[in-house]
């Protein structure tokens, strides 16, 4: 059997920790409320949510503000060796709640993909990124999107107005979450 560790999350030490089976828990605290007084929260284990079938979390920090992570990246950046290469994680036996260190693997989109489609989850005539015909912009758009460095405040708004997505869609191209990432550096 397999021994489960902790650690604290990385910019939440002494608020939560993460094991290598997948759970998040809270830390026993004392916080000042918002009338002054002081108040004790036991640690528990938290349950979150199911978010596209991924487990997600919701963590706060001393500011008070609500921080979303998927309990599976957390994992894998405190578990698994960091590969700056590969920046998505892989749930190796396509169970997307098993969250154990050992059932994920860093991987890029391509390798994410390729496995899926290697095993049949996925159908092979599918199309995906500028062959989907459901997309308006051209990976050359997207991908000169990428190389800017700097925007002036409002740019990026106008831009996303001018190309028709939402800021949301433009940001994830920017942060190479959606449509690939560059390798501009």
Known sequence: MVV???VDVDGFEGFYQVSSHGQI?????VVAKK???MGTYPGRELCGGITRGYRKVCLYHGDGKAHN???HRLVAQHFLA????RPYVNHKNFDTTDNRDSNLEWCTAKENVGHTLKHGRLRPGRHYGEANHTVRIPDVVVRTIQQKKRWKYGEKTRVAKLLGVTLTTLCQWL???TRGATNAS
């Open 4 to 6: 489960e560790r902790w």
């Open 25 to 29: 828990r809270s830390l026993r605290r």
């Open 35 to 37: 009338n002054g007084l």
């Open 69 to 71: 992570h998927y309990v």
């Open 82 to 85: 960091p590969d700056t290469e």
């Open 175 to 177: 942060n190479g979450k």
